[in-house]
């Protein structure tokens, strides 16, 4: 399930469901343990971590949910974590959806693939494998993962999902320390391996509260730069802006917080049986342990979807959503509040925008709009990025890469979910 911009996704979803709220797509955590220690993770914790193991669901708390959610009508299943095959059942759970009939796509990151898991995913196929792959040096790669060796065990794991022909893909979360890489893991992933490949350079605070990752995000300079490198991306936005010019704002048509497909046709589980809106979204959160799953998305998300805004905001009038990450769930996470914009996400959609030489009408108090205070600095950074001054295929990697307390929920900021967890 690929992660769509806010505005076209919801504009799109109304048309197409006319109303009718049925949960197409869950994406279910079953884990949030994890081999690697990932600077921009939010929301690994140690492999070794026995409360968080203890306090999953089980095997058979997971059948029993598959099983309510055949009857309720999902056919589109997301395992992600965390890693998921730190779970030693995994494959347990993963056949039992599979004999559901569920179609399949499983997040991993391949180090803990072996030629078992390889030959049982070859013998029962999902429909999908993203890998994420976190640099093409082993330098690079275990800067960001902070475990030594985790590049190698990557690599074999890649290796052996494509040897199986299984429908592999690649996919990148670019940071500080590897945005220097980005083209070469392309090259990997496309010419090499001949699988699609992605970059993303969308991180979030963890969601315990700790600002951390934070600290290895690109700037909005270097996204939109990235973004601009690849011509059919940059044609996308280009598609994407049109539309949304030919449209009212999608937030002006609705007056509730969320216009996503969340709790429309699509929610999260936690790896505690807890359902969400979406996997980022934790600060309200409803357990199915005893009430069971349909009756939480009847009632529970179901309010939560609907709940109204309490204020207009610079979003409800813009006219560049579908270039924009901004949702509730990165309000929350950054400012701790679902209707608070979040500057650096305003920041990368306007520059977007001036990049492709779209002119944004006036939305409101923005200052990234004319008249803003940092209006000229965004032109400046769009004038860059058209003549290649920003020149990504000649970055380099940092000099010196300080250490993160990426665990810590005492680092400045706050999400506003602490008391969740």
């Not at 730190?86 to 693939?113: H, M």
């Amino acid at each position: 399930m690929e992660q769509l911009s806010y505005g076209a996704f919801s504009a799109d979803l109304h048309q197409r469901q006319g109303g009718e709220r049925v949960p197409l797509q869950v994406s279910i955590e079953v884990t949030r343990r994890c081999p690697l220690e990932c600077l921009h993770c939010y929301n690994n914790l140690p492999m070794g971590d026995m409360e968080a193991r203890q306090r999953e669901l089980s095997k058979e708390e997971h059948f029993r949910m598959l099983d309510e959610l055949v009857e309720m009508g999902c056919f589109w299943i997301l395992y992600t974590g965390g890693e998921i095959f730190a779970r030693k059942d995994f494959l347990e759970i993963y056949t039992y959806a599979k004999k559901k009939g569920f179609l399949i796509t499983l997040f991993t990151n391949g180090t803990i693939i072996n030629e078992q898991i390889a030959d049982y995913l070859a013998e029962w196929p999902p429909f999908a494998i993203e890998v994420t792959l976190y640099g093409r040096t082993r330098e690079t790669y275990e800067a960001l993962t902070a475990i030594p060796g985790s590049y190698d065990r990557c690599l074999r794991g890649i290796g052996l999902l494509k040897q199986r022909g299984l429908p592999l893909k690649l996919k990148t979360v670019a940071t500080s320390i590897n945005k220097h890489e980005i083209l070469a893991m392309r090259q990997f992933a496309e010419e090499e391996l001949g699988v699609e490949f992605k970059a993303d350079g969308q991180i979030n605070p963890r969601i315990d509260c700790s600002q951390s990752p934070l600290a290895v995000r690109l700037t909005p300079e270097e996204v939109v730069a990235l973004d601009m490198q690849d011509p059919k991306v940059a044609s996308e936005y280009r598609k994407l802006a049109a539309r949304d010019f030919g449209n009212p704002p999608n937030l002006s048509t609705v007056d509730t917080v969320y216009i996503c497909g969340g709790g429309f046709n699509s929610f999260a589980v936690n790896a505690y049986g807890e359902v969400g809106i979406c996997v980022i979204s934790q600060q309200e959160t409803f357990s199915i342990r005893g009430a069971g799953i349909k009756l939480v998305w009847e009632e529970s998300l179901r309010q939560l979807r609907d709940r109204k805004r309490t204020r207009v905001t610079k979003c409800v009038e813009c006219r560049i959503q579908s270039l924009c990450a901004m949702c509730p769930a990165n309000g929350e996470l950054e400012n701790g509040d679902r209707e608070s914009p979040v500057a650096f996400l305003c920041n990368v959609a306007h520059l977007r925008a001036a990049s492709i030489g779209a002119e944004i009408p006036a939305h409101g108090e923005c200052e990234f709009c004319a008249g803003g205070s940092e209006y000229e600095a965004l032109l400046e950074s769009a004038r860059r990025i058209s003549n290649k001054e920003i020149d990504v295929e000649s970055w380099v990697g940092p000099q010196h890469i300080l250490p993160i307390l990426n665990n810590s929920s005492t680092a400045a900021g706050g999400c506003g979910s602490c008391g969740n967890h």
